[in-house]
C-alpha cells in the first residue's frame, strides 16, 4: 500500500479523478470545495477558510457539529460492540431507538424499520405499502402516486417516485406503477388559479387520480409535507388534512417522506405534527442522527405493522432489510441526537430562530428580487423574480440564486441554491446572531450581485 495523500493534495485534480461526487467533475476541480473540521454551526475547509452551515451540511447536522453527547454514545458503543449479527436478529439499542421514536411520533406510529439513508426508507415505506395490501386480500394494490418536483431519493424505487425530470431522465426507464400529479405551489399555480378560491384544486386532483387510476390498483401516496428539492413548496393548511381524507376513502396509505421536515425542522418534532395530519408511514432520515452516522426509519402506524405478525406458514413478516439496519453505532448516534433534541428543546429553538430568521429574510425584499419565501421553523426556501408584478424570472443567463448562493459561499455561508431559488435549514442550535449573520451575508451577496447585473 503506497502512503495516503495528504489533505492538501485532496485538491488536486490528479487525485480528484478518483472520486465521482454529485458535480460534472470538470468543473469541480477548477475550485474544489473539500471540508477539512466542523463545530457548532460552522464548517472549516483544508484552506482555513470558515463557512457558517446555513443548510445544516444538507439539513442533516441537526444538534450542530462536534456534539459531545453524540461523539461520547457513538465512542462508547464503538468500545462495545460495532456490529450486530442482522440475519439472525438485533441488538438492544436498535430496540431502544425504536421504542423511543414510537414514544414521541404523533399517534399510533409505533414499529419502526430502520434503513441507512433517506432513498432506503422510502423504498422501505413502498415495500411496506405493497406487501401491507397483499396481506390484507389486496394484492393488485401497487401504484404509487407521487408529485412532480419531488425528491425521495437516489436508488432505483425512490428516484421513480420522485418527480424532478432532469434527475430522472439519465436513469430512464424507471419502474413501473409510480404515477404524478402535481405539487401545491402556490406563488406559480399550475392550474392558474389562485388560493384560497382554487378549493385546492392541487390537493382534489390526487383523488381524482386515484379513482382514474382505480383505487384498488393504488397502495401509497407519498408527499413530503413540505416540498424541497424542486422548490421549496409548502402547501396551504387544508391540503395534507384534504389528502388524509381522499387516503382513508380509498385504502391507500398516506406516506410521509420527513427526512428533511422530521427531527425538528419545521418546529416540531415532525411535520406531520405542525400540520396535525397523521400519515399511516413516516420516513425520517438527515437529522435523525445528526450526520454522526448513517441512519433512517420507517414508522408505521399499529394496524399496519400488526398484519406483518402472525403464523409464519403463511405470513413471512416484513420482506425487505438492509446489512446495515439497525446498526448499533447508528443507533447510538439516533438515541444521542434525541435526547439532545429534547432536551435542549431544539423544536422550540427552531420556532423562535426561525422566525427571527424569517423577519431578517423579509427585509431583503428591499432589495426588489424576492418573489416569495417559503417555509416553516428553521426550513425556507427564497424564490427569486425579475419583475415582483408579472413574476418573471431572470433570463437563463443570469441564473440568480445560484449567483446568490456562489456569492454568500465566498463570504463564507453555506446555503442550497438552483437558478432561480435558494433554500436555508441552518442547524437547530442556530442562535438570533447567527440568524442575523446569514442574513447580512446574503444581504451584501445580493447587493453585489444586483450591481454586477446592472453595470
Ligand atoms: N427524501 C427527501 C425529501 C430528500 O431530501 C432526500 C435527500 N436529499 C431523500 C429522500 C434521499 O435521502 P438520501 O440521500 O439519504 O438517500
Known amino acids: 500500500m503506497s502512503e495516503l495523500i495528504t489533505e492538501q493534495q485532496a485538491l488536486e485534480e490528479r487525485y480528484l ?3 465521482f461526487i454529485r458535480s460534472q467533475m470538470t468543473e469541480f476541480v477548477k475550485d474544489p470545495f473539500v471540508m477539512s473540521s466542523s463545530d457548532g454551526v460552522y464548517y472549516t475547509d483544508i484552506n482555513g477558510k470558515r463557512y457558517l452551515d446555513g443548510i445544516a451540511g444538507i439539513f442533516v447536522a441537526s444538534v450542530g457539529h462536534n456534539n459531545r453527547r453524540v461523539i461520547d454514545a457513538i465512542k462508547d458503543q464503538l468500545d462495545k460492540m460495532s ?5 439472525h436478529g438485533t441488538n438492544a439499542l436498535a430496540v431502544q431507538l425504536a421504542n423511543l421514536l414510537a414514544e414521541i411520533a404523533p399517534g399510533d406510529l409505533s414499529a419502526v424499520k430502520f434503513c ?10 413502498f415495500k411496506i405499502a405493497r406487501q401491507y395490501h397483499k396481506l390484507n386480500g389486496n394484492p393488485n394494490k401497487y401504484k404509487v ?17 420522485s418527480g424532478l425530470t432532469s434527475r430522472r431522465v439519465d436513469s430512464e426507464p424507471l419502474a413501473a406503477g409510480f404515477i404524478h400529479v402535481f405539487p401545491p405551489y402556490c406563488y406559480r399555480c399550475p392550474f392558474d388559479k389562485e388560493y384560497p378560491s ?10 381524482d387520480t386515484i379513482i382514474m387510476e382505480d383505487p384498488d390498483t393504488v397502495a401509497a401516496v407519498i408527499v413530503e409535507p413540505i416540498g424541497h428539492t424542486g422548490g421549496l413548496f409548502d402547501p396551504p393548511p387544508e391540503y395534507l388534512p384534504k389528502l388524509r381524507e381522499f387516503c382513508d376513502r380509498h385504502n391507500v396509505l398516506l406516506i410521509f417522506d420527513e427526512i428533511i421536515t422530521g427531527m425538528g425542522r419545521t418546529g416540531e418534532m415532525f411535520a406531520a405534527e405542525t400540520f396535525d395530519v397523521l400519515p399511516d408511514v413516516l420516513c425520517l432520515g438527515k437529522g435523525l442522527s445528526g450526520g454522526y452516522m448513517p441512519l433512517s426509519a420507517v414508522l408505521c402506524r399499529r394496524h399496519i405493522a400488526d398484519k406483518f405478525w402472525g403464523d409464519g406458514k403463511i405470513n413471512p413478516g416484513l420482506v425487505t432489510g438492509h446489512t446495515y439496519e ?9 438515541l444521542a441526537t434525541i435526547a439532545e433534541i429534547i432536551e435542549k428543546d431544539l423544536c422550540a429553538n427552531a420556532r423562535k430562530v426561525g422566525s427571527h430568521l424569517r423577519e431578517g429574510l423579509e427585509g431583503l425584499r428591499k432589495h426588489g428580487i424576492i418573489g416569495d419565501i417559503r417555509g416553516k421553523g428553521l426550513f425556507f426556501g427564497i424564490e427569486f423574480v425579475r419583475d415582483l408584478v408579472t413574476k418573471e424570472k431572470f433570463s437563463d443567463d443570469i441564473p440568480i440564486a445560484t449567483l446568490i448562493g456562489k456569492r454568500a459561499l465566498a463570504k463564507g455561508l453555506l446555503t442550497r441554491y438552483d437558478p432561480h431559488w435558494m433554500s436555508l435549514g441552518p442547524p437547530l442550535i442556530l442562535t438570533q446572531d447567527q440568524a442575523d449573520e446569514m442574513v447580512s451575508i446574503l444581504d451584501a451577496s445580493i447587493t453585489e450581485v444586483l450591481q454586477e447585473i446592472n453595470n
Open 145 to 161: 402516486i407521487s408529485r412532480y418536483q419531488s425528491w425521495h431519493g437516489c436508488t432505483m424505487g425512490s428516484l421513480s417516485a
Open 326 to 334: 439497525g446498526n448499533p453505532i447508528a443507533c447510538a448516534a439516533g
Open 198 to 207: 382554487c378549493n385546492i384544486t392541487c390537493a382534489g386532483l390526487i383523488e
Open 83 to 87: 456490529f450486530s449479527p442482522v440475519i
Open 116 to 125: 441507512s439513508g433517506g432513498s432506503e426508507a422510502n423504498e422501505t415505506a
Open 17 to 19: 479523478r478518483q472520486i
